[in-house]
């Protein structure tokens, strides 16, 4: 009986911890206890607080389960991008992707309350530094350059800012028919660039 | 007698305004009321309430007058631009140093608050509008580009994407360091772009 009873307990953490997700994103931090993303979740609140005592421990496993998730996904995905021509937009676009979809906007709220607790922020600044290195580590992977070359390094940086600017410019509405022109001729330049330094 | 007064009116609505920006990038959206505001700029309930009656009318407020302050400020200062070599890194310093400090620090936390709550969205999004446009016009005069060429347009959207991207990279950190750098490769490659479409 040990068997099923793992299992539910999985399925009950991985709902609550997408539940908080949804809950940052939609109605933002001050909103998201862990009360209403049991109820969100179908769960009871002694069983969500059983998984995570704390607000800080729900909104920290959230934020890192979903970030694991889609850089386990990104890593899966890697193999359908094209080789040689058409490989640097399609590791950008995919970038942007993340960047506007559902965790950047539930991140946002959780570091933009954090600006103004300093209390959340010294737990929320070890999450952004990992967040930052792995996001800027996967993107140098997938597209294929030195990531020992500081101006490739400089290149790729300037590719997550984009996209975390692009984010922002997409949380109030839908931006997805600009973005495309600029992520264009972004990766478009890009591309030039790490040429240039003889991939 | 009427001179001073109406001085004294314009300075208390003038230090109002300005405690409201300081109040959002400090505090956040929740904790920046007209009371708490009212203290904060040594003026009394009672006077803030006159000058702004709601909460809302005083954040608009603020949140226009800092814009249209900077707006200005830029404009004056464009004089000092170099002409020919330099123009391009120091128009995008200047614009990125306007994304990092505090008038985008108080904005980011009404946009942000404005994702979940559709009332304050309404509000927002003329706002939102009116300082993108205004912000990528000012970006094509300095650069001294043309602004109807979609490839150009498409290059200085992307430099404000980036420079908004900067400014939520330096939200909880000071990211001047790291930042120098990418802006300053980011110059160099646009202005190789808006070079190719002859100047």
């Not at 049991?38 to 800080?56: D, I, K, L, N, Y």
């Not at 931006?175 to 330094?197: I, K, M, P, T, Y």
Request: hydrophobic share 45%; aromatic share 6%; charged share 25%.
């Amino acid at each position: 009986m040990r068997e099923p009873q793992q299992d539910r307990s999985r399925v009950t953490r991985r709902r609550l911890l997408e539940a908080t997700i949804d809950c940052l994103a939609e109605n933002g931090w001050a909103a998201t206890t862990v009360g209403v993303v049991a109820t969100r979740a179908g769960v009871s609140r002694g069983a969500a607080q059983h998984h995570f005592p704390t607000r800080e421990d729900l909104i920290t496993a959230a934020l890192e389960y979903m970030f694991d998730t889609r850089m386990q996904m990104a890593r899966e995905e890697a193999v359908d991008l094209p080789v040689g021509e058409g490989r640097t937009i399609a590791v950008v676009e995919r970038l942007v992707d993340y960047y506007t979809g559902t965790l950047f906007k539930a991140a946002l709220q959780v570091w933009t309350a954090a600006a103004s607790d300093p209390a959340l922020r010294e737990w929320v600044l070890p999450l952004e530094d990992r967040f930052g290195r792995t996001a800027h580590r996967m993107a140098v992977d997938q597209l294929g350059v030195d990531g020992s070359d500081p101006v490739v390094r400089a290149a790729v940086q300037a590719t997550l800012d984009l996209a975390r600017g692009l984010g922002l410019a997409d949380l109030l509405t839908d931006d997805s028919a600009r973005r495309a022109e600029v992520v264009r001729q972004w990766a478009s330049s890009l591309d030039a660039q790490l040429g240039a330094r003889s991939r």
